[in-house]
């Protein structure tokens, strides 16, 4: 019984410590982690999409698809750009559009995209980018 309750209480220590440096960072406590962790589907129409309209819209949507990329629909973010795919399915790292968002190259004009939605965008890709 002593075992158990100082393994409980190790875990608490850690977890608060964790929370705490997020909180001190300033950011959120990740709701997904690429690491076996359960969690629900990462949904395009609910979660991606909005975040392509905020960020990716004004250049890439069916009224100003610059390259040929129109990022405005599930179809549009799969077709790809004139010079192929964005997407690979389950590899977020050879997918050029975490490319291009995670280093900063896009969008162009405003803000860069925040880690907090590059992972959500990154865990869908990751996931298979499902039309869910």
């Known amino acids: 019984m002593k075992l158990r309750s100082d393994v409980l209480s190790a875990l608490t220590v850690t977890l608060g410590i964790a929370f705490a440096v997020q909180a001190d960072l300033g950011e959120e406590p990740a709701e997904r982690s690429e690491i076996g962790a359960t969690h629900a589907e990462v949904s395009f129409a609910g979660e991606v999409l909005p975040l392509l309209e905020k960020h990716c819209w004004e250049c890439h949507s069916e009224q100003s698809a610059e390259l040929g990329l129109k990022l405005d629909s599930y179809e549009g973010v799969m077709a790809g750009s004139d010079y192929g795919t964005v997407v690979e399915p389950g590899d977020p790292d050879g997918s050029l559009l975490i ?15 925040p880690a907090a939605e590059i992972a959500v965008i990154r865990n869908w890709i990751a996931e298979g980018a499902a039309k869910n």
Not at 99 to 113: K, L
Request: proline fraction near 13%.
């Open 99 to 113: 490319d291009m968002i995670e280093s900063g190259d896009m969008p162009e004009d405003g803000d860069p995209v």
